[in-house]
């Protein structure tokens, strides 16, 4: 039996078994009940108008659009919307962009049921957290600080290409390449991307035909 101050969920992910597992498992506890469930960013929005729950538990990674858009557009739309994302990614640009987004807290899917609990709660209080434990950039002017796919990115900069393209042709999204950027500009104390790739070049990173030395 549910409590009469029980806080009111939405479940999004685009995966109905893991909806209906979580929705399940989280029934279980008598202060929390679940109103509304959507498999798409589109459909959350809709719902949240509708009914309006405490906090909202959101997959990153979903069809059309993913979790990170949908929390900015539904932040936008309610500034005090509280959403736990729930997912399977710990990259530490999933943290960031969440975070950035509006996103009240962040945990893994293979998450305790009780620690999945007390984030629940934290957030509805209006706290903000991480437990995705992700995995840490390491910061100064450290060749060694680089990894490989920040020299690539360093390398499709020396030659002239945008992030869309750079997105292209390494086959990420370009959202994912400007966090390369972000990164490459704070490890390399660099102001733009000219002084990066001048990092680059007095670090040894690039080769005399902009690529990286291997």
């Not at 538990?57 to 919307?81: C, N």
């Not at 975070?99 to 903000?128: C, S, T």
């Not at 990420?172 to 070049?201: C, N, P, Y």
Request: hydrophobic share 45%; proline share 3%.
């Amino acid at each position: 039996m549910k409590t009469a101050i029980a806080i009111r969920l939405m479940l999004v992910d685009d995966h109905p078994v893991m909806r209906m597992g979580l929705a399940n498992l989280l029934g279980l506890n008598p202060d929390f009940e679940v109103v509304a469930q959507a498999d798409d960013g589109a459909s959350a929005l809709e719902l949240w108008k509708l009914h309006r729950p405490d906090v909202c538990l959101m997959d990153i990674s979903m069809e059309g659009m993913d979790g990170v858009e949908t929390v900015r557009r539904l932040r936008k739309s309610f500034p005090d919307a509280r959403v736990l994302m729930l997912t399977s990614s710990k990259a530490a640009e999933d943290v960031h962009h969440a975070m950035e987004a509006g996103a009240a807290g962040y945990v893994m899917k293979n998450v305790k049921r009780g620690e999945l609990a007390d984030a629940i709660r934290a957030v509805h209080r209006g706290e903000k957290l991480v437990a995705a434990k992700p995995l840490q950039h390491t910061t100064g002017n450290d060749a060694a600080a680089i990894s490989h796919r920040e020299l690539e990115v360093l390398s499709f900069i020396r030659q002239g290409f945008t992030n869309a393209e750079i997105g292209r042709l390494l086959g990420i999204s370009e959202r994912t390449v400007r966090w390369h950027v972000s990164v490459l500009m704070e490890k390399l104390d660099a102001a733009d991307r000219a002084q990066a790739v001048a990092r680059g070049f007095e670090l040894g990173l690039l080769g005399v035909t902009g690529g990286p030395l291997k």
